[in-house]
Each structure stands twice: as structure tokens, then as C-alpha cells.
């Protein structure tokens, strides 16, 4: 029975056909709190970082890399509490606002790596004035409003390598690629970035990129072409210490994906950064709390119109946008396995027409059951809601 489902995993599963997370019986937890509500593994979360820290161990020469966790992920304190305890991973913080949250749960601004687009003079001021702040600048714009806040420092400059990776190829989860993006700086731009380094005094001591989310194995050989394009921006730069190859590393959503071979990854890595004797820095969001998170939704009704059985609940894309804004499959789970099954599309309860969790998915009957765990909700779900559940 337990090989039916793809999500199985020794902290995510049916124990005597009742669904377990984190060693708590689901149907519990649901008796005991309200929801809709989000249910977060710390444990999860610290193997998933401990997962990419061993593989770049491996596989880096000298052990020099970096992880900063993506906070805008997930910017649940408790979590970025618990990272800070921890110590494993720096922070990656893209607002003001998310550098002072990172703050108040224990980061120091040496260990916050900021990158932002579109940032106002007053976000430059208060940026400046966290001493020791990494920052990475995406754009000309960007390099002369910090070069005038904070003249002779050192940058990142965030480059736009004009090839991107997400998901399964997905657009909408591409940063860079085909279509012009407004994330970092291109290739025809760089000469007047490092005019502008020049005029403010500043040296551009990492290179930074970020081209896109959700990527898996098979997107890893196109991932490689894109490294090995950083290379043009690199070489010129004699002053660096760091590559940042931002985030994107995908988890598994359906039963026919793979979880990322991280060994290939860091040999990937290794393979054309390691000669280089730079620090590797990674900021991954999704790989780290995605699936260390699931949300528990509350049946509303089941009701089967023309040729669709419809499953609606009392939670909608404002909690969670992912799978109406990008596509992406958030797989509805029953919190009883059984052996009678449905064939269902579960719906929220917003009144607009994109507000589809998932459609078409065989579940276990439903009829009586008031449940449904949503998984792989610990990533830009609680982040991006527009409510506080
Ligand atoms: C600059 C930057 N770094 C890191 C991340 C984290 O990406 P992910 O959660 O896909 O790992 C993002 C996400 O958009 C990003 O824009």
C-alpha cells in the first residue's frame, strides 16, 4: 500500500491508513486546532539544508560555500529562529523589512546576503545602514544609488545571463531566459555597470545570479550552460571572492518527478567553478521548507456536476497562490487512506474561476471524511497569503 503514493516518505505518511506528519497523527492535530491552517516539520526543514550542506561538502574543494536560505519562502519566525540556532545557513533577504524580521530572530547583517529589484532612495539608506549587510545589486540603477549611500564598499552585481531554469520548463518560474526580464544586469550593460563601480569606488567582490525555481534533474544539463555563461561576467572581475547561484532547486510535486540529485549538482558545480577558489554561494527557498510544510483545509462539500466530482474547501488561492498563479501542482491528500477511491477536482472558496487546487486527482473516497492535507505548502504559501492563518 505504501508505494501508491509518491509523496511516502518516513515523516510523511499513512501509518495504519491514518496520514502523519512530523510524528503527529494528522486527524488530531485537526481536532485540536482551527483551520485552514499551515503545520510546519522543523526537523524537515533541517535535513532538506543538511542535504545541500553535504553535497557541497563533497564536493567543493576546501569545503568553501555558503548557504542562505531564501526567507521569502517562508518568513515564519519560529522558522528563522530555528535556522538561526542551528547555524547552518546564513540568510537570503530581499526588502528592508524582510532584512529587519531576519534581524530580530538572531541573523547578524554579515550573515544576510540582500538582493532586491526595483528599491526606493529611502530602501538604499536604510540598507546602508546595516554594517556588514552582502549586497548584490541588480541593476545600473541599483550600483549608482548604493554607490551614493555607501561609496567605496563592496558589491555583488547580479547578472542576467539570458538563459533561465525552472520547473519542468515553466515560464512563468523562469527570472531569465528568452523574454527580457528585469532581473540583473545583461551583457551589453555590464561594461557601464563597471564604469559605475569605478566612479563610486566600489569592487564587485561576487557575481550573482538567479535564473529561475522548481528545477530538477532534467533540467540540470541546461542548468550547467548557464554556469559556464556566468563565466563571461566572472573573468571579469579580478577582484572576486564569491559566485551566488541564487536558488531554484526544485522537490518533487507529482508522482512523476524525481527528488534533485545533489550529488550531480555539486559535482556540476565543482566541475566548473571549483579551479576558481571562490567561495560557492546557494540561497534555495523552495528545496528547504517546501515539503517541510503541509496546510490542513476543512471539506466543504462534494458535489458532482455534469461529469466532474468537485471537492471544494474552506481555503483558496490567497493563502496559498502557486497553483493558481504558476501552474504548480499542490497534490490534496486524504487524511484516511482507503481502499474505495474518487476521482475529484478540489476547489477553494474564493469566487474566482482560477481558485482550483488541483484538477482530476484519484483520492480516497471523501464522502465522510471533513479533512484534506494540502502538501508541499511550506514554501510561498503562508508568504504570499494575503490572510494570517
Ligand atoms: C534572488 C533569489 N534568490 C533565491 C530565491 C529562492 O528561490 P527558490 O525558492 O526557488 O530556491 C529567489 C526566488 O525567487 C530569488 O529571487
Not at 491508513?17 to 485552514?36: E, T
Request: hydrophobic share 35%.
Amino acid at each position: 500500500m505504501t508505494n501508491k503514493f509518491w509523496w511516502h516518505r518516513p515523516d510523511l505518511c499513512y501509518k495504519k491508513n491514518k496520514l502523519h506528519f512530523s510524528g503527529r497523527d494528522v486527524n488530531k492535530l485537526a481536532s485540536q486546532i482551527s483551520n485552514p491552517t499551515f503545520f510546519y516539520s522543523g526537523q524537515r526543514v533541517i535535513s532538506n539544508l543538511l542535504r545541500i550542506k553535504m553535497a557541497l561538502d563533497d564536493f567543493l574543494p576546501n569545503k568553501t560555500h555558503q548557504i542562505y536560505y531564501a526567507m521569502k519562502a517562508n518568513r515564519f519566525s519560529p522558522i528563522l529562529t530555528f535556522l538561526k540556532t542551528n547555524n547552518l545557513c546564513g540568510i537570503d533577504a530581499c526588502s528592508p523589512n524582510e532584512v529587519e524580521l531576519a534581524l530580530s530572530c538572531g541573523f547578524d547583517p554579515n550573515e544576510i546576503s540582500f538582493t532586491a529589484c526595483s528599491l526606493s532612495k529611502n530602501d538604499f539608506i536604510q540598507l546602508s545602514n546595516y554594517d556588514g549587510l552582502i549586497m548584490n545589486c541588480d541593476s545600473l540603477h541599483s550600483i549608482k544609488s548604493w554607490g551614493e549611500v555607501k561609496p567605496g564598499s563592496k558589491i555583488g552585481i547580479r547578472i542576467n545571463p539570458e538563459m533561465g531554469t525552472g520547473r519542468t520548463g515553466n515560464d512563468k518560474l523562469q527570472y531569465a531566459g528568452h523574454m527580457v526580464t528585469k532581473f540583473g544586469i545583461y551583457k551589453e550593460q555590464f561594461e557601464a555597470a563597471l564604469n559605475l563601480v569605478k566612479k563610486y569606488n566600489l569592487t564587485v567582490n561576487r557575481i550573482h545570479f538567479h535564473t529561475g525555481c522548481g528545477y530538477l534533474d532534467s533540467e540540470l544539463a541546461h542548468w550547467k550552460k548557464i554556469l559556464n555563461e556566468s563565466l563571461w561576467f566572472i573573468n571579469q572581475c579580478p577582484s572576486l571572492e564569491a559566485i551566488n547561484i541564487g536558488g531554484g532547486l526544485g522537490v518533487p510535486h507529482t508522482k512523476f518527478d524525481k527528488s534533485l540529485d545533489l550529488e550531480l549538482w555539486a559535482k556540476t558545480l565543482s566541475n566548473v567553478y571549483g579551479k576558481l577558489g571562490v567561495q560557492i554561494e546557494v540561497e534555495p527557498g523552495d528545496y528547504i521548507v517546501k515539503d517541510a510544510g503541509i496546510l490542513l483545509v476543512e471539506k466543504t462539500f462534494l458535489e458532482t456536476k455534469k461529469n466532474q466530482t468537485f471537492v471544494g474547501v474552506n481555503a483558496g488561492f490567497n493563502l496559498a497562490p502557486e497553483p493558481a498563479y504558476y501552474s504548480m501542482p499542490f497534490e490534496p491528500v486524504s487524511l484516511n487512506n482507503k481502499n474505495e477511491t474518487q476521482l475529484v477536482t478540489v476547489v477553494g472558496n474564493i469566487n474566482e474561476a482560477l481558485d482550483v487546487w488541483y484538477e482530476n486527482i484519484e483520492l480516497p473516497d471523501l464522502t465522510d471524511q471533513n479533512y484534506i492535507a494540502i502538501i508541499n505548502s511550506g514554501a510561498y504559501s503562508s508568504s504570499m497569503s494575503s490572510v494570517m492563518v
